[in-house]
């Protein structure tokens, strides 16, 4: 059964950092892309970083590149998402997320396996 499962969310001020993780289980993690998605109240769900297999490849949104990290250890099935220089605008549910692609994808259409997601409050 294949479960994803993030913690690490929380209240934090802007400007702050907090880092997220999404620990895997039930399939084998590195034969899966893994991607962190997000969701605002009343919006819809937005894609915010992606990360290939081994690393090498990663993709951000424009609205989170140059202030969120994304790195995965294969070893541990656990994926990671540091976020520094918190804003307001970046509250949300914070989804992981697992595709079988070899690119990253920035739709969440192509994902096959979601996470429940954590709380991420940033105030002013």
């Known amino acids: 059964q294949v479960q994803l499962v993030e913690s690490g969310g929380g209240l934090v001020q802007a400007g702050g950092s907090l880092r997220l993780s999404c620990t895997a289980s039930?399939?084998?993690?590195?034969?899966?892309?893994m991607g962190w998605f997000r969701q605002a109240p009343g919006k819809e769900r937005e894609f915010v970083a992606a990360?290939?297999?081994?690393?090498?490849?990663?993709n951000y949104a424009d609205s989170v590149k140059g202030r969120f990290t994304i790195s995965r250890l294969n070893a541990k099935s656990t994926l990671y998402l540091q976020m520094n220089s918190l804003k307001p605008e970046d509250t949300a549910v914070y989804y992981c997320?697992?595709?079988?692609?070899?690119?990253?994808?920035?739709?969440?259409?192509?994902?096959?396996?979601w996470g429940l997601g954590t709380q991420v409050t940033v105030s002013s």
């Open positions: 039930g399939y084998r993690f590195s034969s899966y892309l």
């Open positions: 990360i290939s297999r081994y690393s090498l490849n990663t």
């Open positions: 997320a697992a595709d079988k692609s070899t690119v990253p994808n920035t739709s969440s259409d192509e994902y096959d396996y």
